[in-house]
Each structure stands twice: as C-alpha cells, then as structure tokens.
C-alpha cells in the first residue's frame, strides 16, 4: 500500500468498515510511515473539531412563531398545488395522444390512408399482390382488352404527383 | 402517531399533525443551519423558512423518501441560495468575540484549555467556510451533523460513489487548508 492509497483507506474508514485485510495492510504501512501517521491524526483531529461543534438552541417559540407565518402564508400555496396538478397531467395528456394517434392509424378509412399514396405504396399497405394482377392481364384471352389495360396501366399516375 | 401518518394528516391540513413534524425536526434542521452561518438568529429564520416551504409544498411531497429526508433536501436548497445571494462573509456576533481567558484563579487553567479548544474548532469552521459550496455541503452534513453515509447521497441526490470521491476531496482541502494551524503547540 502506497501514501496515497493509505490516505483513501483512511478517509473511507471514517464512513465504513474496511475489510479486515485492508484495515491490517493500512495499519501497517501508518506504523513505518511517519508521514502518514501525522497525517492521520490530522484528520482525526479535524473531524473531531467537526464533530464536537457547540450548536446552540434555536431562539424560543419556535413553532409558535412559525404558526404565524404559515398563517400570513396562508394554506398551502396554489402555485404547489399547480405544480402538482401539472406534474400529474404530464404523463395524462402523453397517454392520450398516443392513444388518438393510434386510434387514427387504424380507425380512419382506408380511402384516407391510401389517398396519397403511389401505387406501389397502395400495394404494400393493401397487401396487395403486383404479380397476381400482371399475371390476370396477360391471361386476358382477348387481345384488344390486354391492351388496353396495359396502356390504361403505364399511364396511372399516383395522385399526389399530379 | 408513525410519520407517514403524521404527512397526511398535515396535507390534509392539521396543524397539530405539522407541529408535530416541525418538533421532530427542527433541532437538525436549525443545528444544519448554524453549521453555515454561525449565527443563532439567521440559523434559526433560515429553519423556519424551511419549515415554511415545506408547509407550502406538502401538496407536492410524493413520500418516495421520508419526510425528514425530503425536509433536509429542502433546507440544503434554501441554505445553498442563502449563501450564493448573501455573498458577504461571515459576521461575528459580539458574544463570538474571543476576549481571551477571564481572570487567574481556581480552575482557570481548565478553562483557558477550553478555551483554547474552542478557538481551534473556530477556526476550522472558519476554513470550513472558505471552501467551494459542495464540499463544504458534504462536510457539513457528514462530520458536523453526522448524517449517515447513505442519507447523504439521498439528501444531496448523488450516487454513493459520488458522496465517497466528493467527501474524500473536501477533507483532503480541509487538511491542506488547516495546514498552517494544525502544527501549532497544543495541537
């Protein structure tokens, strides 16, 4: 054990009890050194000085006193009461958002959903299934119709890019 | 009457419930307050508004921690603006004036030790004062009032951790501070 790490030991000692091998190896190394020694009787000292501090008693009637002043005071004041109320209403008013704005993803139209969506977009949240319906088209037997859907198709502009 | 009891008898407005609370706590609450300023009437209007505040917010305390911890955590607020806005330094009352020992006779020399004795400890609150706030907040609430380890972080809201490195550095400055005093004759 190092000065340093003697005066750490020493310092913790006045708050806890050192394990037993710890409190051994500080005792030691303030029996060789001098230095740390003075030291630690410093401390000693100065915590007792702390310690042993004279307070005296607070001046006289003092509930009385205080009695008066919570009157002129009056009840609880509102700003505590306020900041209660808001403290409660916080994590109220966060529940209620969370819950309108899930309540709108589910509960609106889907008409609204999808409105300004590209077609991709509409597919993905339709669930909808690209292959199946290019396979409808080409399985179309006339021709003349096949066509036209292909035509009608390529044109289809996602509304929102109009 | 348990405090617990005693806390919601005073929010729902019972004097005597309260009064009870400001007798359990007031000698702490008053002796934390003296160990800042040294001086028994500003301590003791510096408790009383304490008490005061704590009547005021009774409505917010959430009794998460005791009443007394939450009580001690107020008067650490109150005391630290106390002495951010009163920037002066400390004023000694005239009873505070060391005048030397009285007169020579039977007993004397014990009284000139006490005396003697309460000088120095006068002058390590005297240091004590020239530390920066949260040491000397740290050292007053553990070596001066003796607050257990724990009720101190809970009371300065820090982690036990921060309590040990914090407390270990005040009193290392109070050592190098008291330096000087410390190697003269009686000590």
């Known amino acids: 054990m190092n000065c340093r790490q003697a005066e750490r030991r020493l310092l913790a000692s006045f708050d806890r009890d050192l394990p037993a091998s710890t409190g051994r190896s500080l005792v030691e190394h303030l029996e060789r050194c001098p230095e740390c020694r003075k030291r630690a009787e410093e401390y000693g000292l100065l915590r007792n000085r702390l310690a042993g501090d004279r307070v005296p008693e607070s001046l006289p009637r003092f509930w009385e006193r205080l009695e008066s002043r919570m009157a002129a005071s009056a009840s609880p004041a509102p700003g505590a009461v306020l900041a209660r109320l808001w403290a409660e209403a916080i994590p109220v008013s966060l529940a209620l958002i969370a819950g309108f704005l899930i309540a709108s993803l589910f509960l609106l139209p889907s008409s609204y959903r999808t409105a300004d969506l590209s077609g991709s977009q509409a597919l993905l949240l339709t669930e909808g299934n690209p292959i199946a319906e290019t396979r409808a088209i080409i399985d179309e037997g006339q021709r003349d119709v096949r066509d036209l859907t292909v035509l009608f198709a390529a044109d289809e502009v996602p509304p929102g890019r109009k | ?187």
Do not use: C
């Not at chain 2, 919601?8 to 005597?16: F, M, N, Y």
């Not at chain 2, 002796?31 to 510096?46: K, S």
């Open chain 2, 1 to 187: 009457m348990d405090e617990k009891t005693l806390v919601e008898r005073s929010r729902d407005g019972r004097r005597d419930a309260f009064e009870e609370l400001v007798r359990m706590y007031n000698r702490k609450v008053f002796a934390l307050a003296y160990g800042f300023v040294r001086d028994r009437a500003t301590a003791d209007d510096l408790a009383q508004e304490v008490f005061l505040k704590a009547y005021q917010a009774l409505p917010s305390f959430r009794a998460e921690s005791g009443f007394g911890t939450w009580v001690y955590r107020i008067a650490v607020n109150h005391i630290k603006d106390y002495l951010r806005k009163s920037s002066r330094r400390r004023t000694v009352s005239l009873d505070e004036v060391s005048e030397g020992p009285a007169a020579v006779d039977d007993g004397a020399e014990t009284r000139v030790r006490e005396h003697d004795e309460e000088n120095r400890r006068r002058e390590v609150f005297r240091v004590l004062e020239t530390l920066p706030p949260k040491y000397r907040m740290i050292l007053t609430l553990r070596d001066v009032e003796g607050l257990p380890y724990e009720e101190v972080a809970r009371v300065l809201g820090v982690a036990p951790g921060t309590v040990d490195s914090r407390l270990f550095r005040a009193r290392r400055m109070l050592r190098k501070k008291m330096n000087p005093y410390l190697g003269e004759k009686g000590e």
